[in-house]
Nanobody, 123 residues
Framework: QVQLVESGGGLVQAGGSLRLSCANS????????MGWFRQAPGKEREFVAS????????NYANSVKGRFTISRDNAKNTVYLQMNSLKPEDTAVYYC????????????????WGQGTQVTVSS
């Protein structure tokens, strides 16, 4: 069973940084590709980043490449999203997800989802 809980969201000024965490309480975390998605009001959920089950491969949306970094610690059953140089357009609810496919850039490839954490970037 995979149960995902995100944390680390909040309000930050443009140019600032946040680190999101996603903890899994299940025992099979290391078997899954982990991804981060986001959804802004009135918009569809969009891919942000993903990381392979062993952590040796990553994939990013063009909009965050060079600013965001995804990583994972399988010993802690946790995946992270370090977000730097944040922009107002990064404002959204951020979700982590677990799936079996890599690079996992589309939402329907994921089987488990967290409830999301709000990130707000002020200008």
């Amino acid at each position: 069973q995979v149960q995902l809980v995100e944390s680390g969201g909040g309000l930050v000024q443009a140019g600032g940084s946040l680190r999101l965490s996603c903890a899994n309480s299940g025992r099979t975390f290391s078997s899954y590709t982990m991804g981060w998605f986001r959804q802004a009001p009135g918009k569809e959920r969009e891919f942000v980043a993903s990381i392979s089950w062993i952590g040796d491969s990553t994939n990013y949306a063009n909009s965050v490449k060079g600013r965001f970094t995804i990583s994972r610690d399988n010993a802690k059953n946790t995946v992270y999203l370090q977000m730097n140089s944040l922009k107002p357009e990064d404002t959204a609810v951020y979700y982590c997800a677990a799936g079996l496919l890599f690079p996992g850039a589309v939402a329907h490839e994921y089987d488990y989802w967290g409830q999301g954490t709000q990130v707000t970037v002020s200008s």
